[in-house]
């Protein structure tokens, strides 16, 4: 039931092609409601109306919202519109991921350098936690 950033381009194709939409959405030329349609909840959350208008034949959310409403908008249409928009969001994350996976060296390099200053944030919360308390007995 979710959409992961480890998922591959096929996965998150298959979960967004069954995605629910408007059940009583039967032919493209019925009208449709877009309150509850998870495919425009995501929509709503993820696109811009740029990727609107690179994805579809529509220059805005809201007008593709309101063309589904009045009908002749088909679920498939706006489930591409939303694979699109996902993938272009997911790329860069897949590319970054698999540069990590092929150099896990520089991966422990990262988390040995956050681990260093952890320590040191850590030591000063501690020291200024002990100190709130009053003890602090080897100041």
């Known amino acids: 039931n979710g959409i992961y950033l480890a998922d591959t381009k096929e996965e998150v194709y298959k979960k967004v092609m069954s995605m629910y939409t408007d059940p009583n959405h039967i032919k493209i030329e019925d009208p449709g409601k877009v309150e509850g349609n998870m495919v425009f909840t995501y929509l709503d ?56 996976e092929e150099n896990i060296d520089e991966v422990y390099k990262i988390l040995e350098e956050g681990t260093k200053k952890a320590r040191i944030d850590a030591s000063k919360t501690i020291k200024e936690v002990k100190k709130a308390i009053m003890i602090d007995y080897f100041e």
């Open 45 to 100: 959350v993820f696109a811009t109306d740029e990727q609107i208008k690179k994805y579809s034949d529509f220059n805005s959310l809201e007008e593709m919202k309101s063309k589904y409403e009045q009908g002749g908008l088909g679920d498939v249409t706006i489930k591409n519109v939303l694979y699109n928009v996902i993938e272009e969001l997911l790329t860069p994350i897949r590319e970054k991921r698999k540069y990590y």
